[in-house]
């Protein structure tokens, strides 16, 4: 029988969770639930919550605990009913604190069993966010820096078939996020700071946290990642 994973990958903002969480659910038949694009789902569907919560997260602001773990919860329970994933589900972004982890510990509908921890050099991390691209329509994640530091070596990620995003076939221009702008980039780096140690601590209690370094680009680390996932 196949297995049903219920991961979290955790991750400093431009780490690459998003890439690696999409494209892991993908191989592995998992739904990819992001609490950041199910917000800026709402943004976009300019939905009465969307219009309250933009400026936060257009700010790089967490927003309120309670919000995003109902969010994430009645996200999930539609997509178990839809029966679409048989390979279970990838969280990005949600658990972000230890009350958020707390909260989804004593829940009932979702469990996480194993927590992926992606790090990486923070000047690497810097220079790729501030080359972060993202379809306009559909907000999948591009790069168009062409990294090589400190022995590490990154090629660009861009849409397989130029002008055309790989996810939903958008021809609209990439976009680049509000966010992912440097004064904000900076303070989302801090507030991550802050905020993940406590967080990790708390995995590492539960005896679920694995650390996974990338120190290069998917070409490599995807299959080194999925490995990984299957050995749990
Ligand atoms: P992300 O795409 O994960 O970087 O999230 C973008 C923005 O959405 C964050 O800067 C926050 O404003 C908000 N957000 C996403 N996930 C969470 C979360 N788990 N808790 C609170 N706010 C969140």
Redesign the pocket.
Known sequence: MSKFYRLLLVGA?GVGK?TYSVRAATALQCAAI????L??KEVTNKTEIGKK?QS??E???????EI?SGMVASHLKELKQSNQFPGGYIL??????VN?AKTLWDSKEIQVDHVINLTQPRNVIVTKLSSRRCCADCGFVYNCAKINEGGIVMDPLMPKTEGVCDKCGSTKPLVTRK?DQLDVVEK?QSEYEALATPLLEFYESKRILHNFEVLGGTKVYLPKLLDLIKSL
């Open positions: 903002p998003g992001s609490s950041g694009d917000l800026r919560l936060m997260i700010g790089g602001v967490l927003v309120p605990d995003i990005d972004g949600y658990p972000r604190n958020q966010d989302r």
